[in-house]
């Protein structure tokens, strides 16, 4: 839901207004990141099974995160569903009334 909260208005908002190819990537990466990257790292997986060690890509996850991948793995699908579903939702109530 926050996802699509975050995401579709910005969508909305680029519908009626033209910008470059470069802005608009610039603004789909912010709020990708603001609405996407930071809360599924802050609420489906936490950041008690993140630690920044080096090498990078072995070491960044903990034996306790596999442990409990399972719970992540619904966790991460409730939270796709849930961006999904709003965002259908969001999608047609925006664009119903932009249409008046």
Known sequence: MWTA???MP???WESSHVISKVAHTA???F???VF???PVLLFVIGLKYF???WPWPTSLVTPEYWAEVRAISVRSGCWLFGAATAGAFI???V???HAI
């Open 51 to 53: 630690r920044l060690a």
């Open 5 to 7: 909260l975050g995401l």
């Open 31 to 33: 709020f990708g990141i």
């Open 91 to 93: 999608y047609c109530v």
């Open 95 to 97: 664009f119903a009334f």
């Open 10 to 12: 910005l969508e909305a």
């Open 36 to 38: 996407f990257f930071a």
């Open 27 to 29: 603004l789909f990466a």
